[in-house]
């Protein structure tokens, strides 16, 4: 019954800006940390950002330190991401998933290319 779902994808320039965000259902949301991953292909799939249950604590990759902000919304089962400056390499697919988590919803494809 665990369902997570990624919306806000797309194509953007070197640069501009994405809001990523994951709607959450068939746990106690509320109760456990999040995570954003991305994977592109032929490469292994990376933590970007995570934020715990109250969304007091978050942390992020270095490579997207200063750019991306994870952010999430414990009475509406969601969880955020705002992706500012973006560059050619941040061009994944995108996922948000329980630390551990074992299922994994369909990602969003984010393409930044000019």
């Known amino acids: 019954q665990l369902q997570l779902v990624e919306s806000g994808g797309g194509l953007v320039q070197p640069g501009g800006s994405l809001r990523l965000s994951c709607a959450a259902s068939g746990f106690t949301f509320r109760s456990h940390a999040m995570s954003w991953y991305r994977q592109a292909p032929g490469k292994e799939r990376e933590l970007v950002a995570f934020i715990d249950s109250g969304g007091g604590t978050v942390s992020y990759a270095d490579s997207v330190k200063g750019r991306f902000t994870i952010s999430r919304d414990n009475a509406k089962n969601t969880v955020d991401l705002q992706m500012n400056s973006l560059k050619p390499e941040d061009t994944a697919i995108y996922y948000c998933?329980?630390?551990?988590?074992?299922?994994w919803g369909q990602g969003i494809q984010v393409t930044v290319s000019s």
């Open positions: 998933n329980r630390p551990y988590g074992k299922n």
